[in-house]
Structures are given as C-alpha cells and as structure tokens.
C-alpha cells in the first residue's frame, strides 16, 4: 500500500497497526471502546442529572400545596387545557417549573381577573406578616369589602413605604 498521500504522522501511525498482532489490535480496541464508552455513560448522566434538575415533576398533592389551590381547581385547568400532566405508573405527573412559568406568564387566564399570589414554598416564607396583612386589606378593597380606617391607613402607608412591590 502506497502511504505518500498520508501525513508523517498517520504514516508512522499505519507502521504501528501494520506491526501489531491480532491478540494486541484486540485489546488496543478493546481499551479504546471501553474508555469512549466509560466518557460516554459520564455525559449521559451529566445530562440526565441537569434535566432533572430542569423538570420536576410532582404530583397532585404537591401541586395543590404549592400554588394554594384545590383538586378541582386542578381537573377544570386540565379540561381547559392551561396545564398539562404526564401520566407515569398510574400517578398523575406535573412539571411544576413549566406551571409556574405559564402563571407568571399568562395569570389573567388562571385567575379570571383574580390576583392569585402564586410563589414557591420558599418566596412564601420571606413573605413578612405586614406583606400579608396588606395583601388581605388589599383583597377587601378589591372585592369591595368594608375595612376600618386602622386598615385603610396602614395599607397608605404600606403603599408609601413599599411602591415597587405594587
């Protein structure tokens, strides 16, 4: 065989394989897939792990917990296609990254006008008693409510204190 049309590098490379054995082409194979196929499995799992990480599903239960809301409310959003549920082993499936971004995308369509305070278990949590107490006087005034003037001027002084959070 003519090598003239290799590089100097793949020429000496043809001498190595020209010279192995069967028995050593073998195993130099036989290494060689087995390193590809070890660095392989690695990134396989890298990206099973990060798309893990990207979907999490949860179920019902979970779900009615973390947007505050109840099944029934889940079943008609279902119906009109808002969410949708992946049905795994006999267990209705959410993933709740992608419910939470077409909340915050789309709220008027979930909530018919209402304002729901959709937020992780942990946005809950840093939520102060005074931002709850002004989101319920908020609420009444919204739904026409009677407050008292102790309410009415706490939530003007709410709103002084704290406009960006309007």
Do not use: C
């Not at 028995?23 to 990060?50: P, R, W």
């Not at 809950?124 to 919204?142: A, L, P």
């Not at 001027?153 to 204190?161: G, I, P």
Request: charge should be positive; glycine fraction near 4%.
């Amino acid at each position: 065989m003519d090598y003239s049309r290799f590089t100097n590098g793949e020429q000496r490379y043809f001498s190595y394989l020209k010279d192995l054995t069967v028995e050593q082409f073998q195993g130099l194979l036989n290494n060689s897939l087995k390193s590809f196929l070890k660095e392989m499995k690695t990134e396989i799992e890298i990206e099973a792990s990060q798309k893990a990480e990207e979907s999490k599903l949860v179920d019902m239960k979970k779900l009615m917990e973390v947007l505050q809301i109840t099944k029934p409310t889940i079943y008609k959003w279902m119906r009109l296609e808002l969410i949708n549920s992946h049905k795994i082993g006999g267990k209705r499936l959410f993933d709740l990254p992608v419910i939470l971004a077409d909340i915050k995308k789309n709220n008027y369509k979930f909530g018919r006008g209402r304002d729901y305070l959709y937020k992780t278990t942990g946005e809950r949590n840093q939520q102060t008693k005074e931002d709850r107490r002004f989101y319920n006087i908020n609420w009444k005034i919204m739904a026409k409510k009677p407050i008292t003037s102790e309410e009415e001027r706490f939530h003007k002084e709410y709103q002084e204190r704290h406009p960006s959070r309007l």
